[in-house]
């Protein structure tokens, strides 16, 4: 296994157990339902299972269409993501950290719903005039993955302009 291999490897693990770990605290020690302020309203922690998708879209439907769309296609975008970013060699380094990132987060999140049959939610932020949906680590790291892609496109944009000036 070459070095930039490992790296991909040990940046997906790192996601998924960073995730793993604070979902095994959160259903060992907080109360389903409860809520606890961690930082005023600002941030607060909670414990919630999600059996949809995001903010819990698709919670109510059919187990057929729930299958499909939270468990079988996601295994194939994953799939598809893991392949390109480990035989694209011709991505910069911050593209492969948030694909990473994307596919650790993504895989944490299917993990949940194999073995739960739903995702652990804890995180929740009230800024006041915007609120977030609850979320967990593993949105976070897709999150950030996606921040980071958007970064390293528009980076690969202006190198681009920069050449044809």
Do not use: W
């Not at 593209?95 to 650790?104: K, P, Q, Y």
């Not at 049959?117 to 006041?128: E, I, P």
């Amino acid at each position: 296994m070459n070095k930039r291999v490992a790296y991909i490897i040990f940046l997906v693990l790192l996601n998924i157990g960073l995730d793993q770990y604070s979902k095994h605290i959160v259903r060992a020690e907080v109360l389903p339902g409860s809520r606890t302020e961690i930082v005023g309203k600002l941030l607060q922690l909670m414990n919630v299972e999600n059996s949809g998708a995001f903010l819990g879209i698709g919670s109510d439907s059919h187990p057929t269409i729930k299958l499909i769309f939270l468990l079988i296609l996601p295994v194939i975008v994953l799939g598809i993501v893991l392949y390109y970013l480990l035989t694209n060699r011709s991505l910069d380094r911050l593209s492969v950290i948030g694909f990473s990132c994307v596919a650790g987060g993504g895989i944490a999140n299917l993990y949940d719903r194999f073995v739960h049959g739903s995702v652990t939610d804890f995180l929740f932020m009230d800024f006041g005039f915007v609120q977030t949906g609850i979320f967990n680590v593993a949105d976070l790291s897709v999150t950030s993955g996606m921040i980071l892609l958007i970064i390293a496109s528009y980076q690969q944009k202006r190198k681009s302009e920069n050449v044809i000036s």
